[in-house]
């Protein structure tokens, strides 16, 4: 077996706490402070926990399931930066970080078509 020299990127923890912050854990309906129920997004969308996108009728979720949930969708969204904006692997970590969140909330076909991958 080789060795690679691939460098693994991990999900910067300040791309998890921006996602956090921007979207919460949406407790939908109230009654149940214990688990998070799918409501529609602003862009009209079911979504679950900290903005999972999911099937209408998906089961409620605890806190700790979204935060899995949200690290999947983290990666994606790592993912899909890193592949449209490369140079981003090198930058400070805030950068990529705040790169990734946008991902995350728009998708990477908005990353894709953005003039944010213009900007130096």
């Known amino acids: 077996m080789g060795r690679s020299d691939e460098r693994v990127i991990r999900v910067p923890p300040q791309a998890i706490e921006l996602a956090k912050r921007f979207e919460g854990f949406h407790r939908v309906p109230k009654h149940d402070p214990n688990r998070a129920y799918p409501y529609i997004c602003p862009a009209g ?5 900290y903005g999972h996108l999911c099937d209408p009728k998906h089961p409620p979720i605890t806190e700790a ?3 899995v949930y949200l690290a999947r969708d983290l990666q994606t ?3 899909a930066t890193l ?3 490369p140079v981003l692997a090198t930058e400070p970590e805030a950068r990529l970080a705040a790169i990734v969140d946008f991902t995350f909330n728009l ?6 078509t953005s003039t944010l991958r213009s900007r130096p």
């Open 83 to 85: 592949r449209y904006c």
């Open 107 to 112: 998708g990477a076909g908005r990353l894709q």
């Open 65 to 67: 399931e979204a935060e």
């Open 45 to 49: 969308y079911p979504t679950i926990g």
């Open 77 to 79: 969204a790592l993912t």
